[in-house]
């Protein structure tokens, strides 16, 4: 126990300035993520700009190309949560549950991208790679592109795929000797608890509202 406090110390004093920035704005993103505030867009570019290098330089390709899909959605959902209706009163995208149908879409959109993280990972680890951990950084790397794909349609199960995003991560980064970004990564994790129970509220009250409407 002492060993593993001496190695979470030591990674956390070795911290750099732009992992230190990295993890800040990650938090805030997603703290306002939670409170459904567009905010969480330019915050979170922030935080995916700079994790693409760090990914890179650590050898998670697999996290490398999430940041870099992060960067994408990022300005896509930007995009999808700053529309209004035609009266200009309201926001038209609102949070709601996912049907069976995208329920079968999601699970198969993260199957397809794991088995593509993979098997590239599977060949840069032989090739050019090899601190590269395929099973464990497709995992995460899958879980987080489907996190954030319904993220930016404000689906209630976006959290879901965000806890196991986080759940992976975490041993996955401190190996890695981003001992600061593991921790992130359990602050993140109770912020994705929060965030599921939050939005699950907002949408069963959205869908009360519309059925006494």
Known sequence: MNDLFNAIYNGLIQTTAIEAVAVIMGIVSVWYSRKENVLVYPTGLINTTLYIYLSYKGHLLGEASVNLYYTAMSIYGWYLWTRKTS???????????????????QLSFFATIYLIIYFLLTYAKTAFAPEAI????????ATAYTGMWLMAKKKVESWIWWILTNIASIPLYFIKGYAFTSVQF??????AIAGLISWHKK?????????TA
Not at 134 to 141: N, V, Y
Not at 186 to 191: D, E, G, P
């Open 186 to 191: 359990i602050v993140l994790l109770i912020l």
């Open 87 to 105: 009266d200009k009163k309201n926001l038209l995208l609102q949070i709601t549950n996912s049907s069976k149908k995208e329920w079968i879409q």
């Open 134 to 141: 395929p099973w464990a950084d497709a995992f995460a790397s």
């Open 203 to 211: 949408a069963s009250s959205l869908n009360t509202n519309h059925e």
